[in-house]
């Protein structure tokens, strides 16, 4: 496992060339968002996301969202509505994840056996860089074991992650996969991303975060609103 500290803002394009490079051969990051530290793989690889679900003891049927460098990305993978559009808009980058209707033929990663794809485009520069570096989306899920509270800093994340199995030797395979770690320290406390689903005839607000409903309904107007 190596670490890339982003400390230094002359360490970021190492880190993110690093970064892309591990998520080429199938590798496994952790690294940090605008909101928490996430853990990254290609998002259409079955194999790189089985690696996250493994890492973190989630059930495999719980979806796992990505992050795209832009809408154009989304658009590869996912059919983007109007809704949508006046969401990225008004609150891309930021912290909004947009649930769509993914593209026909889109079967691989994150999007097997479902009919919808997560995106966010986070406003953080890491996140950005490796997106345009990496050319694909690559997973945005949380850097937590399954059912704990995420930790702000990379120290206490390993060692939740090293520590919810009762098995060293499964433990030990599973951090592993873990190729690199990008530091940027302890991260403020922040609300994780509101999640608005767009797939359907209506937008439904499936988790609140850091975006508030209100500003959401405020910006679509009463045409959506109960």
């Given at each position: 496992m190596e670490i890339c500290n982003l400390a230094d803002e002359k360490k970021m394009s190492e880190c993110v060339k690093k970064s892309a490079q591990v998520l080429r051969t199938g590798g496994v990051i952790l690294f940090p968002t605008d909101t928490l530290y996430g853990l990254g793989a290609d998002a259409f690889s079955d194999e790189a996301v089985e690696k996250i679900y493994a890492i973190k003891g989630r059930d495999e049927h719980k979806p796992i969202h990505a992050i795209a460098s832009d809408i154009a990305m989304m658009e590869e993978y996912a059919e983007v509505p109007d809704v949508a559009h006046a969401l990225a808009k008004e609150f891309i980058p930021g912290a909004l994840t947009l649930i769509l209707k993914k593209q026909d033929?889109?079967?691989?990663?994150?999007?097997?056996?479902?009919?919808?794809?997560?995106?966010?485009?986070?406003?953080?520069?890491?996140?950005?860089?490796?997106?345009?570096?990496?050319?694909?989306?690559?997973?945005?899920?949380?850097?937590?074991?399954?059912?704990?509270?995420?930790?702000?800093?990379?120290?206490?994340?390993?060692?939740?992650?090293?520590?919810?199995?009762?098995?060293?030797?499964?433990?030990?395979?599973?951090?592993?996969?873990?190729?690199?770690?990008?530091?940027?320290?302890?991260?403020?406390?922040?609300?994780?991303?509101?999640?608005?689903?767009?797939s359907g005839k209506e937008p439904v607000i499936l988790r609140e975060g850091a975006i508030p409903p209100a500003e959401i309904w405020n910006l679509l107007g009463s045409e959506f609103q109960d």
């Open positions: 033929g889109v079967e691989a990663g994150i999007a097997r056996g479902i009919s919808t794809i997560g995106f966010r485009i986070p406003n953080n520069p890491f996140c950005l860089k490796l997106a345009k570096e990496f050319g694909k989306p690559f997973t945005a899920t949380s850097a937590n074991a399954s059912g704990q509270k995420p930790e702000r800093n990379v120290k206490a994340i390993l060692q939740q992650l090293g520590g919810f199995s009762h098995s060293n030797i499964l433990q030990n395979v599973r951090m592993r996969e873990i190729m690199l770690v990008v530091d940027a320290g302890e991260l403020p406390e922040c609300q994780p991303s509101t999640v608005v689903d767009c």
